[in-house]
């Protein structure tokens, strides 16, 4: 059902306009001002919007204004007592559909509605098509086979679709700064920035210069006007990665500006208005901070409006497979090798292994298998050397034909060790009992192989 959005301030007018649209079988309301249509018109949806040029108050033409600056893309039909060209020509400018004049004709508003309310449809089912396409590239850009993994995904669709601040949370490396960017990919935000900041990285002295600017002289050192992080994101989207380690003067200054939706830089005279999207992001419990007395609870309620959860590689096991099969193609032809795929033990490996690091380490750890791997099949010795090799130092290179030998018993004997533990979940005394040893020899011979 189409619902149109009567205004004007003579009540003829809207008496005869809302009989003809219902008629025509659409809903409407009607209003006297523009200050009135532009308060309905935030929190309604119109699929149009017929607009009187006079009324008291703001003119119809500074409510046409007030609509596209909000980002309204509504059809607007002006009406005017006034049919001059001067007028035309401003209403097509400043975004109106159509206008017509007093006295109305029927027959002229009737199909001048129908062929508004046909572009509002068409152009509506246009970018849910754009929106299906985004989506389908951005689902092949993130990997979710987990339930966990396909939850947090729905979220973010859901999420992206609105303008409410997000709160991501999530380990070290498990992609919290990736969901940030799809949901502003997904947003009708999308063609403008989208702007990043760790502030974690950042000393707190710098760190409000960074995120709201400072006009030149504000500081020693400050030879010209800076624009902080806010001001670049000017329409589309700002991260703050690591908001927990933000100091807590700052976060004050943070809370206003999520409020009052304005920023002061440094050594400046008033406030600058800003339009941007807020999407925070933490590996610390933000609960606890805010018991602790180390972030403030009003803040987190401003930020946490809407909170995604991205869960550890550890948990979405369904998903290791396909990322390292994505992560071999992809660094693969980066490196210049062709590599096949993975042996059993590696593979086995994956699926067994704690991932402190998550995705990142992943990443990070095949990449490096591709750069070191004589074959073209990463197998399970070359993984186990690297991890050995990042928790122990470098290993030891056998020299003489004795070391060699010894070498490859060694290897056999390290591959038996690493299948009882990868088959016992790494359950020491389980996988001791499954090879027939103590547990305590167990734990000299992974001492021995890096393990």
Known sequence: MHRILITDDDTSIQFFLGELIK?????????????????????????????DERMP??????????????GYKMPVIMITAYGSKEFALKAIREGAYDF??????????????????????????IEELRRDVREKG???????RSPEMTKAMDLAKKVSRTDVTVLITGESGSGKELFAKIIHRMSDRQNSPFVSINCA?????LLEAELFGYEKGAFTGAAKQHAGKFERASGGTILLDEVGDISPGLQAKLLRVLQEKEIERLGGTGPLKVDVRVISATNKNIDLEVEGKRFREDLLYRIRVFEIHVPPLRERKEDIPVLAERFLEKYSQDIGKEMKGFDNMAMKFFLTYSWPGNVRELENLIQRAIII???SIIKGDTILSLVSAHRSGPPVVPVSAKEKIADVKDN???????????????????????????RKSLFNKMKKYGL
């Open 23 to 51: 008629k025509e079988g659409y809903d409407f309301d009607t209003v006297s001002s523009g200050e009135e249509a532009l308060k309905l018109i935030s929190g309604k949806d119109y699929s149009l919007v017929l607009l």
């Open 57 to 70: 108050g703001i003119s119809g033409l500074e409510v046409l204004e007030g609509i596209r600056a909000k």
């Open 100 to 125: 017509f004049t007093k006295p109305i004709d029927i027959e002229i508003v009737r199909t001048v509605i129908k062929r508004a309310l046909e572009k509002y449809e068409l152009e509506h089912e």
């Open 138 to 144: 951005i689902e092949e850009q993130i990997v979710a």
């Open 201 to 205: 990285a950042i000393p707190e002295t």
């Open 373 to 375: 791997e004589e074959g």
């Open 412 to 438: 056999e004997e390290k591959k038996l060790i690493m299948e009882a533990l990868i088959k016992c979940h790494w359950k020491r005394q389980e996988a001791a009992r499954f090879l027939g040893i103590s």
